[in-house]
């Protein structure tokens, strides 16, 4: 019923394992084959696709659904309409910014220092040239097709290219001028096949399946027994996503006690439970959570 299209390149991996831990497991032949398919019967079409190309054939009527990064929907400034923001990107689950740099010994401290004739490459020119314009700022936008960082100072003066985790700008001795987009990685649809009833119910379940996937990430859940006269000191230190559910065991002075808690932290809390009085601790690994 709906066609789908992911994200080849930065996302992928992680589009992939995302998919897989929503139960939409995405099968093809091998990593180089860009058709796939999903044993889902809402899904009937999947295809993985650079992220740059994705928004426009979303606009288009070309695919139904499909993920790529705000930043891709800026620069391209198709009509397309958001299902939601996906918290994960290539490397974390933070997102990601489009910010504009230079080198860190420049003399320019914010963009309009930026002198008449500046030269700048970046994979983002719309955005660029619309950044600069509101900054009242000319200059010389120059296409890059990665490696971006690379041509400065030798190629061009100032780069506008994505960051995650900092580390390509430290290797290249660059410092933030400005951030121009925070982008996450989001689920987007066709116009016209989200306001078809069925499709747009069909989308709905699918972004259940993985935002309910994203939500268990990092989050575990554990379950115990403890003596009634011990109830207390337990609860008072059983972090949860809501309360705690206790229910009373069978033929004796007795309770069990689940919670979702995060996985960070659990280290010191299944010692500290123990010493409250918690005996039989269960920590199970959970796939969803779904509100
Ligand atoms: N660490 C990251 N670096 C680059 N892009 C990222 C990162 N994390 C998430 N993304 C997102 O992935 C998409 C990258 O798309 P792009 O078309 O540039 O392909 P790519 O994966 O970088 O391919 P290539 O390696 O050929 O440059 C963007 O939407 C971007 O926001
Ligand atoms: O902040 P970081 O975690 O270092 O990630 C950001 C880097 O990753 C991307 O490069 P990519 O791998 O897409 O290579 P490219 O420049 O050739 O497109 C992006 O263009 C930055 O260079
Ligand atoms: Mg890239």
Same mark, same amino acid.
């Given at each position: 019923?709906?066609? /789908?299209?992911?994200?080849? &390149?930065?996302?992928?991996?992680?589009?992939?394992? /995302? =998919?897989?831990?929503?139960?939409? @497991?995405?099968?093809?032949?091998?990593?180089?084959?860009?058709?796939?398919?999903?044993?889902?019967?809402?899904?009937?079409?999947?295809?993985?696709?650079?992220?740059?190309?994705?928004?426009?054939?979303?606009?288009? $009527? *070309? =695919?139904?659904?499909?993920? @790529? &990064?705000?930043?891709?929907?800026?620069?391209?400034?198709?009509?397309?309409?958001?299902?939601?923001?996906?918290?994960?990107?290539?490397?974390?689950?933070?997102?990601?910014?489009?910010?504009?740099? #230079?080198?860190?010994?420049?003399?320019?401290?914010?963009?309009?220092?930026?002198?008449? $004739?500046?030269?700048?490459?970046?994979?983002?020119?719309?955005?660029?040239?619309?950044?600069?314009?509101?900054? $009242?700022?000319?200059?010389?936008? %120059?296409?890059?097709?990665?490696?971006?960082?690379?041509?400065?100072?030798?190629? #061009?003066?100032?780069?506008?290219?994505?960051?995650?985790?900092?580390?390509? *700008?430290?290797?290249? &001795?660059?410092?933030? /001028?400005?951030?121009?987009? !925070?982008?996450?990685?989001?689920?987007?649809?066709?116009?016209?096949?989200?306001?078809?009833?069925?499709?747009?119910?069909?989308?709905?379940?699918?972004?259940? *399946?993985?935002?309910?996937?994203?939500?268990?990430?990092?989050?575990?859940?554990?379950? /115990?027994?403890?003596?009634?006269?011990?109830?207390?000191? %337990? *609860?008072?230190?059983?972090?949860?996503?809501?309360?705690? !559910?206790?229910?009373?065991?069978?033929?004796?002075?007795?309770?069990?006690?689940?919670?979702? #808690?995060?996985?960070?932290?659990?280290? @010191?809390?299944?010692?500290?439970?123990?010493?409250? &009085?918690?005996?039989?601790?269960?920590?199970?690994?959970?796939?969803?959570?779904?509100?």
């Amino acid at each position: 019923m709906l066609s /789908l299209v992911l994200p080849k &390149g930065s996302l992928e991996k992680a589009t992939m394992q /995302l =998919f897989d831990a929503a139960d939409l @497991t995405v099968r093809r032949a091998s990593d180089r084959d860009y058709r796939a398919s999903i044993d889902d019967p809402r899904i009937d079409r999947v295809r993985v696709l650079r992220p740059q190309e994705i928004p426009t054939y979303l606009e288009q $009527g *070309l =695919f139904d659904l499909g993920i @790529t &990064g705000r930043d891709w929907i800026t620069e391209t400034d198709s009509d397309v309409v958001s299902l939601g923001e996906l918290q994960y990107s290539k490397a974390t689950s933070n997102p990601v910014r489009v910010i504009m740099a #230079v080198p860190e010994d420049a003399p320019w401290q914010s963009v309009s220092d930026l002198p008449e $004739g500046v030269r700048i490459s970046t994979e983002f020119p719309a955005m660029t040239k619309r950044f600069l314009d509101k900054h $009242g700022v000319k200059a010389k936008v %120059v296409p890059s097709y990665g490696a971006t960082e690379a041509k400065v100072p030798d190629i #061009v003066d100032a780069i506008v290219d994505l960051t995650e985790t900092g580390s390509s *700008l430290r290797k290249n &001795g660059l410092r933030i /001028l400005d951030t121009l987009l !925070t982008s996450y990685t989001e689920l987007v649809a066709n116009r016209e096949a989200y306001e078809d009833a069925e499709k747009r119910a069909a989308m709905e379940d699918v972004s259940l *399946l993985l935002q309910g996937a994203i939500r268990a990430r990092g989050n575990v859940l554990l379950k /115990l027994n403890v003596a009634q006269a011990d109830l207390r000191k %337990v *609860l008072d230190i059983m972090p949860s996503m809501s309360s705690p !559910t206790v229910t009373s065991l069978a033929g004796g002075d007795s309770s069990a006690v689940e919670s979702v #808690v995060a996985k960070r932290g659990v280290n @010191t809390l299944i010692p500290a439970l123990k010493a409250a &009085g918690a005996h039989d601790i269960l920590e199970i690994p959970i796939s969803k959570i779904v509100d």
